[in-house]
């Protein structure tokens, strides 16, 4: 373990101790309260809510955690299982679940443990997506994990630019990467109301993540990524396995749960009453939910406009939004887009009412061609990703997502400004650039051209004024 890094910075955050043999332990007392409760509530007594809320009371004082329970906690405990759900249901919690529960529990170190010794150096087990070729390699780990709702999944990327896969920890997609880039930009809708969580089926929603992921969900923050955690709370289970996030790495989640309604950010945050979650769930057993979390600079300041930082969060975002397997898929399909002739038409598939036939496509149709099998037809739900308590500019980072969200192929990018007085004018912005069919390479040049006389001192204005001086009051 003295090696192992990754472990070793999630340590802190891990109630257990250190054996002789460098392995992971719970301390005695814990030991023997959950064997008891693994062999059911005839041996351990766990027979009522108020009892649970005593034997985890105890357990936690083995632990010697800072904060006990809330004293109202047994009377909750008793409420939720001896008068809110059914007698049958409370039974069978505590015949069933309880002791499930306390042997997960007890197999926990170990199974860390094991988790950190198969991963190689950057914890990857070299699953690669896509061809060993020079381009872009995205390495993939993955966790599946088996919740009372259903199968979560945790998948860890590495975004790489190189000939060869073992290269990744040493690159990742350069400027000339992005000056180069023909692909078109892909649509873009605006909404000044409404919130990421919210948005229909079939987008990758964005987690504005800390570097080491739910950042402050089991402490004091409750900004966007921690708001996730609590109402998918789920998610937290990924803290136990994930280290911290590279600058060319991203995790994204499939199949948590939604369980409360919320108002409110930060101080205001407010439960306000349970949610149904009623998205249908996959061929794997995870509920069509997907988060990506990407991490961005925090407090960058002028920094944000020098070329290696634009890289840093245009290649963070492009790791987040790209899947290998569509991206390839999709590549092929612009090229034979790209050499249709101005005056000829191609032939190419179309979903219709769940079906896939052949349907001839003119020129003007070319920049909104999509295979459209609910698999592949997954947008970006995005904001204000590391402008709030992060403190980045708003209008760049809206363009350096949609960057990366057309770069990756994304059939579209939904954006929720919160309300934002500084973006108000975005889809304005957006519809001109599309207007005049810029494509990845386009866009880019001109956020560097921008960025390069901001940090000269050429131009104290905001990205949109300065591309469209109509919009200065």
Known sequence: MEDNAELESVLPYLPFQIGSSSRL????????????????????????????????????????????????????????????????????????????????????????????????????????LGPQQPGVVLLSQVICLQMPTGSVSFERKLLSLGHHPLQSCLSYPDADFWTKSTIPLCPFQVHSSGLIEDHAIGTLEVDFANKYLGGGALNRGCVQEEIRFMINPELIAGMLFLPSMADNEAIEIVGTERFSDYTGYASSFRFTGDYVDKRNVDSLGRRKTRIVAIDALCSPRMKQYKLNYLLRETNKAFCGFLYQSKYIQYKRLFKIMNSVQLNEASFLP???????????????????????????????????????????????KAMIQWLAASQALRPFISYYTFGLEVLQSLDQVTQWILSHKWNVGDLWNILVEYSSQKLRGETNVGFFTWLLPSLRK
Not at 33 to 52: F, N, Y
């Open 25 to 128: 332990l719970w301390p005695s007392k814990v030991v023997d309260a959950l064997e008891a409760m693994s062999k059911g509530p005839d041996h351990s007594r766990v027979h009522s809510g108020e009892v649970l809320s005593i034997a985890i009371s105890d357990i936690r004082a083995s632990l010697s955690l800072a904060e006990p329970l809330a004293p109202s906690a047994p009377q909750g405990y008793a409420l939720f299982f001896d008068e809110l759900i059914s007698r049958a249901d409370s039974t069978n919690w505590f015949k069933d679940d309880i002791p499930k529960l306390a042997d997960l529990l007890l197999r926990l170190p170990f199974l860390i443990d094991l988790h950190y010794q198969n991963t190689r150096p950057y914890g990857y087990g070299l699953r690669i």
């Open 350 to 396: 179309v979903e219709t009412n769940g079906e896939f036939r052949t349907e001839e496509l003119g020129k003007s149709d070319e920049k909104c061609v999509q295979l459209k099998d609910p698999e592949n037809y997954v947008g970006i739900a995005t904001g204000n990703w590391g402008c709030g308590a992060f403190g980045g500019d708003s209008e760049l």
